[in-house]
């Protein structure tokens, strides 16, 4: 019988420590507040689950004979970490002026595609808890609805997290201090992702 404990646990222990996504939520939460994140919290999820299928399905093996593919998706989306570091560095004298906006839905849903977190947590998923007993539609559905029933709230948790520090943020001066203190994590959690 199918117990889906294991691959909850695993999905939350994946899901609420910090890494790109939840860095990008919290600094967006923070400057934008929790309902102009709603976009960007949701091409996440949906993102990750064409990423979680499309490895169910097997790109996975993609990886596994070219491995050099990974390790190029690694570098594009630490860099993609240090062009949104450097451009949360940016944002508050741009919010002033009204001209930054958060990430978009489309954005983040392809942002999926570089994030080595993700292809991390959609690969070891498929290895361990892919559930060949069942149907293709019936395993793709059943792998979709924990990874996202579990992801979903802690994503929005940090989310939550960074709207509640917006009017602490009023502040120019904490603005900035948070600004660049989510930037460095950002160029932080790049270097961890391609340094290993």
């Known amino acids: 019988m199918l117990n889906p404990l294991p691959f909850m646990t695993y999905a939350f222990a994946m899901s609420i420590t910090p890494g790109p996504n939840n860095v990008m939520l919290t600094a967006s939460g923070a400057t934008f507040g929790f309902r102009r994140t709603l976009p960007h919290l949701l091409g996440v ?35 993609y970490l240090v062009y949104l570091g450097a451009r949360m560095l940016r944002s508050a004298g741009a919010q002033a002026e009204g001209e930054s906006r958060p ?58 997290f960074g709207s509640s520090l917006k009017n602490f943020l009023a502040a120019p001066r904490a603005r900035v201090v948070f600004n660049g203190f989510m930037a460095v994590t950002l160029a932080g959690t790049a270097l961890v992702m391609v340094v290993k």
């Open 45 to 79: 999820v949906f993102g990750f689950v064409v990423q979680l299928l499309a490895v169910c399905l097997g790109l996975s093996v993609l990886f596994t004979r070219w491995p050099a593919l990974q390790t190029a998706l690694s570098w594009a989306g630490a860099a």
């Open 103 to 160: 990430v978009r839905f489309l954005e983040a849903a392809m942002f999926q595609f570089l994030n080595p977190k993700a292809w991390v947590m959609s690969i070891t998923s498929a290895a361990l808890f892919l559930p060949q007993e069942l149907g293709l539609f019936a395993r793709s559905a059943y792998m979709a609805l924990v990874m996202e029933g579990v992801g979903v709230p802690c994503m929005a948790a940090w989310a939550l």
